[in-house]
């Protein structure tokens, strides 16, 4: 099959499936979390019946907000698909070198959250600001972290193509626990807590209290706006457990474009994605939220992690 084809045919594929699966792993987060403390919680497809509800919603604008709180949940929820073209979730195309790429990937996420701060900002109320103050902070603290993080993942598979680290890791011959793989997996699930704003960095459950920092910046957004930004954080979730996933368990990826194995991946791959999001709502529940000057000491295990894995690979191998 012609590449431009394949191509055509994994872009469509990739970016509506990770629209269809993304906001059921927020409910089930959420149901397992109820679970933990002797709750009902709510409806494992609640996270879909919010999201068409908020689509018939009316849009309403602060009267000191600018064009930048009217682009920006177009902007984000687009920028985070193009980030999702990066991360083959089940079928991986042959790479020509244009998506793939880590820094492509690093700097699509950094884009998404600098335009959610400034929206976060240009609403003009106090919690807005809090909360975009606050993330910029932890991501000035974390981005270290996570470069290191990612030149990890790229020492190990000689490569900065994610394409090309998804295949080598589907078509491994090494043994399940590989250590280095055990080291760069506990460094990206920090990534996974940071990113999508989880205990004990933040408090996604958390409306109208001094601790929030996520939710403070999507206060002002109403309707369709908060739908889009809704689930742009979901498919921002998704993505991170993809590579979590698709490294560390590669079991299901498939690189040959088949009816067959593109089901079977898919299952497998729900299958493991619904297994991380019950590990990320078990930790929630164990834990408690960390005061902001505790953070750095979270982010410096994800960074020596990477960083033990960066050196047992240059000078153990």
Known sequence: MNHTVMFLIYFLFNTFFVLLISPFFIGLIKKVKAFCQQRKGPHLL???????????KE???????????RVTPYLNLMVLLTASVCVPLVFIPSSEGLFGNIILFLYLLALAKFFMALAGMDAGSTFGGMGSSREMTISAVFEPAIIIVFAALAFIFKTADLYKMFSDSALSTLPFFDPLKFLIAISIFIILLVETSRVPIDNPETHLELTMIHEAML????????AMMELSHSVKQTLIMAILINLIIPFG???ELSVTGILIGSLLFFVKASMVSVIVAVAESSMAKSRLFRLPKLFMMAFFFSFLTILFEVFLK
């Open 253 to 255: 990826l498939t690189t």
């Open 219 to 226: 206060l002002e957004f109403t309707g369709k706006n908060l």
């Open 46 to 56: 609640q996270p879909y019946y919010n999201l068409l509800k908020l689509m018939k």
């Open 59 to 69: 849009v309403i604008y602060s009267g000191t907000s600018s064009v930048i709180m």
